[in-house]
């Protein structure tokens, strides 16, 4: 019969003495979590009976944070993607058990997400997507004053008492949404603009650069008044159709926020072939076709890989190192897609 691997094999295998595994195994003594992980894949490597008791020991070591995320719109496949992300973020952390608590805004209103933010006040930080208002700033500042970090996520809300903001930077965004409308357009035009609303400040930056662009570089376009949908495809659907039945010189759309199913609806029944160049922000199922048959022209897409692995990062720092009192944003680069890439 083959000897059965003990203590001696764990130690000669890690590279540490009999009496650090044994310290190891029965956790009377504190071992160093870098020396617990070489014990362990050792004691996995030779086949010790014992390794289960050493990995639960060395889970002993690693300290729990529970993570709150708040987000808007649980239908949409963006923000389901989203809430995927953050969870395989925080899983795939080694340096901490962690825990993802999601919850998703009834509606857009500051009251909602005030109460969305306060029910995780039981977690060690919080990201969320929220609008800009004064009773979110408030809340942001409770939860700060008991030891939760809130982190501002696509939409800088709450500035002066978030932690950090993550996202685009919005107003190259909305610069970068113009330049390829107004590049790829044979002749100028009539252009339009949709936000979320006045309180997604993230919009304002999107239509702020997207308005300076036209300025500076492309004045032979005309920017029209910007409209409002809410975020709702419904909206975006009859504004577009009015749009286009007033103005029938109408080059482009940009789409800052959400709704934009409307917008392709629209142009797909108005006309047989695409004739109005559509920018909007994010590949779901409905864009990709858009994109593919030419009624988009190209989506601007967060990089939620790297944005959510990025955000679990600042919010363990947070949690670790406490309030540094530095309130900072910190900017990924965008995804450009075109038709092309698909």
Not at 145 to 169: E, H, I, W
């Amino acid at each position: 019969m083959a000897r059965r691997p003990t203590t001696q094999d764990v130690a000669r295998e890690a590279g540490v003495s009999v009496t650090t595994v044994d310290r190891a195994l029965n956790g009377r003594a504190k071992v160093r979590e870098e020396t617990m992980r070489k014990i362990a894949l050792a004691a996995h490597k030779v086949g010790y009976h014992g390794r289960g008791l050493i990995e639960q020991n060395l889970d002993a070591t690693v300290p729990e944070m529970t993570f709150g995320f708040l987000f808007i719109k649980k239908s949409q496949e963006f923000y389901q993607n989203f809430a995927r992300e953050v969870e395989q973020a925080v899983a795939a952390r080694t340096d901490i058990r962690g825990r993802a608590v999601v919850r998703f805004a009834s509606s857009q209103s500051p009251e909602d997400f005030a109460r969305g933010l306060e029910s995780l006040s039981h977690c060690d930080a919080i990201a969320a997507t929220a609008v800009n208002h004064q009773l979110l700033t408030q809340t942001v500042a409770d939860l700060k004053q008991k030891g939760v970090p809130v982190f501002s996520l696509l939409n800088d809300f709450a500035q002066g008492t978030r932690r950090n903001y993550l996202g685009l930077n919005n107003m190259k965004i909305g610069r970068v949404a113009a330049w390829m409308i107004t590049k790829t357009l044979p002749q100028p035009g009539k252009l339009a603009i949709f936000v979320g609303g006045n309180r997604w400040h993230g919009h304002d930056l999107r239509e702020v650069g997207f308005r300076s662009y036209v300025r500076d570089n492309a004045p032979s376009f005309t920017v029209l008044d910007t409209l409002v949908n809410l975020e709702t495809r419904q909206l975006t659907y009859e504004a577009t159709i009015d749009l286009v039945r007033r103005h029938p010189d109408l080059k482009g759309i940009y789409v800052a926020g959400g709704g934009m199913e409307g917008a392709i609806a629209a142009l797909r029944e108005l006309h047989a072939s695409p004739r109005v160049a559509l920018v909007v922000n994010e590949v779901t199922k409905e864009s990709s076709a858009a994109l593919m048959d030419g009624y988009a022209l190209m989506a601007i897409c967060t990089p939620l890989p790297a944005l959510c692995a990025d955000l679990v990062t600042h919010m363990v720092r947070s949690v670790r190192e406490g309030d540094d009192g530095i309130a900072g944003q910190h900017f990924l680069d965008p995804h450009l897609v075109l038709p092309e890439m698909l």
